[in-house]
């Protein structure tokens, strides 16, 4: 993807940043009984309803919130993770009690007997690219994958988990300032929509009777990180405007609704498939500029120069240089109820947070 290369240790989509609220949407609401969470039921019952959830990539930025999330809905966690010592200072006992934290070694007795797993691993790209960093890029996350999915099909059979949501990015669809894109359209033929061809390639290769969820992320916008910890500083120094020329297209969603659209795989057996994790209404790079400009109280009018970026990012400029317009035509058609449909009341949320 052309719009991702921020930072990314969940996608190749800029997903570092961390928002502070943690929206219940409309199916996780009190007095209902789901798979999620039972309130006022019997305990028997609310047990019941309880799922096992094995999440790698959970320190990352969606996997955090996913984390905080799951563990408030009062479902069983299992972290996944190569380092417990940076899991551990992320997840601690004392505001995480029950949580299992599992370095690799450990990951096959976490995957037999969960019910879901949730794939959001991989290297950040927030970082100049080589050829070595980019191999990394792309190994990370296939060799996660394929771990996964090997634990996952090894699994015996009354152990083994049911469901897959694995990460992958809107990036698989090349980039374009013309064309629309949703899930039935054809990869690119760029860097990123090789490594997003080849990540869920891997994944598809679950066992059949595992409903595998392929979530293709956009821009991930939320707060105290990633694209905007980037892109605010370069907006102050040259007075707020366009990166690049501005006419790029951005498919961004709000922290909240990618760690819903999750949320709603897990437990919804009709997501399937599929699923472009971006908001209805993608917008020029030009007009998110002017939307932060507005949501700071700055100007948005000298665009910041190319050479900017690239200092900052080197080759990876290329990527936040260009984009593409991604829709989200299947959850769309699945009813999924988006908190943040434009950006101007998404970038009002984020800003107006301390």
């Known amino acids: 993807m052309k719009m991702e290369v921020f930072c990314s240790p969940t996608s190749l989509s800029w997903t ?28 028997q019952s609310q047990k019941a ?19 905080q999330r799951l563990h408030a809905d009062n479902h069983n966690v299992r972290v996944l993770t190569r380092s417990r010592s940076k899991a551990e200072s992320i997840f601690s006992v004392k505001d995480f009690p029950g949580i ?33 960093i980019k191999m990394e890029i792309k190994q990370s996350r296939v060799r996660v994958t394929t771990k996964v999915v090997d634990l996952i099909n090894n699994s015996p059979q009354g152990v083994r ?78 007075a707020g405007g366009p990166l690049g020329s501005g006419q790029q297209w951005f498919s961004w969603i709000h922290l909240d609704d990618i760690v819903n659209l999750i949320c709603e795989a897990l437990r919804n057996p009709s997501y399937k498939g599929v699923i472009n994790g971006t908001a209805p209404n993608p917008i020029r790079l030009s007009e998110m500029c002017e939307h932060l400009g507005n949501a700071m109280g700055r100007p948005s009018w000298l665009p910041v120069p190319d050479f900017a970026l690239k200092a900052v990012l080197g080759e990876g400029a290329s990527v936040v240089l260009e984009g593409q317009k991604v829709l989200p035509a299947k959850a769309k058609e699945l009813g999924f109820p988006f908190k943040y449909s434009y950006v101007k009341d998404a970038l009002k949320s984020i800003l107006s947070q301390g």
């Open 100 to 132: 299992i934290i599992a370095e690799e070694a450990g990951w096959k007795d976490c995957i037999e007997g969960s019910n879901a797993v949730v794939n959001l691993a991989g290297m950040p790209i927030s970082t100049r690219w080589s050829p070595e």
């Open 16 to 43: 570092h940043f961390i928002s502070p609220s943690l929206h219940i949407p409309h199916s996780f609401s009190v007095g209902e009984t789901n798979k999620f969470r039972v309130f006022g039921g019997a305990a």
């Open 49 to 67: 309803n309880q799922m096992t959830v094995s999440v790698t990539g959970a320190t990352g930025f969606i996997g955090r919130r996913l984390v």
């Open 161 to 238: 988990p049911t469901v897959l949501v694995s990460a992958t990015a809107v990036g698989y669809y090349g980039t374009s300032e013309t064309q629309v894109f949703d899930e039935s359209s054809p990869s690119g033929n760029d860097y990123l929509a090789q490594v997003c061809r080849e990540w869920e390639g891997t994944a598809l290769k679950v066992s059949k009777d595992v409903r595998l969820t392929l979530i293709r992320i956009g821009v991930v916008l939320g707060k105290d990180g990633g694209a905007l910890a980037k892109m605010i500083p370069l907006f102050m120094m040259f």
